[in-house]
T-cell receptor, first 115, second 113 residues
Framework: EADIYQTPRYLVIGTGKKITLECSQT?????MYWYQQDPGMELHLIHY???????EKGDLSSESTVSRIRTEHFPLTLESARPSHTSQYLC??????????????FGSGTRLTVV | DAKTTQPTSMDCAEGRAANLPCNHS???????VYWYRQIHSQGPQYIIH???NNETNEKASLIITEDRKSSTLILPHATLRDTAVYYC??????????????FGKGTTLSVSS
């Protein structure tokens, strides 16, 4: 039973469109994260948040932006999608920075294809 | 930042123990070792973590050497469902606000019957 939900699961969209990837968690976690992963490649941290109205960029530069208006919600937005944004985007949350006793909980991901 | 070195791939027979090594020679004294796995393209799953002592839970055991420069994740009785990419993480991204785990390339474990 998933406690972190990502929608849509798959998205195919044209170049130049604005898109928002949704991520919600029901665990009350303050810490949330976005990772980007190309097929067969490693995960790259692109954004993270330590609470409402507090966000930081990760170690991989990304043209996406994030917001954290509510504890449970951490959407990711691309203002103008390009084919180079084609990738899988994974959202995660945790009760502490290092994961605590249960680690990071990941969603099922959104597979984005920009044509 | 501490970095990890893992073999690219490993094979294991079903029912046998899978021992996945990880080198982290530059680990700091207060950095933990974390293990996650990712099955196909699903989101990674937390397995176990430790600082100095060996750790065991219902999923696996973690053996950390006394000098903390390397560790081994042990899956005692591997099954086909354990086929996955296994990530050893000791690096965290630090800034004034906090820290987040950084994933490397991992080891692809293939369990066969």
């Amino acid at each position: 039973e998933a406690d972190i939900y990502q929608t849509p699961r798959y998205l195919v969209i044209g170049t130049g469109k604005k898109i928002t990837l949704e991520c919600s968690q029901t665990m009350g976690h303050d810490k949330m994260y976005w990772y980007q992963q190309d097929p067969g490649m490693e995960l790259h941290l692109i954004h993270y948040s330590y609470g409402v109205n507090s966000t930081e960029k990760g170690d991989l530069s990304s043209e996406s932006t994030v917001s954290r208006i509510r504890t449970e919600h951490f959407p990711l937005t691309l203002e103008s999608a390009r084919p180079s944004h084609t990738s899988q985007y994974l959202c995660a949350s945790s009760e502490s920075w290092t994961g605590g006793d249960y680690g990071y909980t990941f969603g099922s991901g959104t597979r984005l294809t920009v044509v | 930042d501490a970095k990890t070195t893992q073999p690219t791939s490993m094979d294991c027979a079903e029912g046998r123990a899978a021992n996945l090594p990880c080198n982290h020679s530059t680990i700091s004294g207060n950095e933990y070792v974390y293990w996650y796995r990712q099955i196909h393209s699903q989101g990674p799953q937390y397995i176990i973590h430790g600082l100095k002592n060996n750790e065991t839970n219902e999923k696996a055991s973690l053996i950390i050497t006394e000098d903390r420069k390397s560790s081994t994740l042990i899956l005692p009785h591997a099954t086909l469902r354990d086929t996955a990419v296994y990530y050893c993480i000791v690096r965290a991204l630090y800034n004034q606000a906090g820290t987040a785990l950084i994933f490397g390339k991992g080891t692809t474990l293939s369990v066969s019957s």
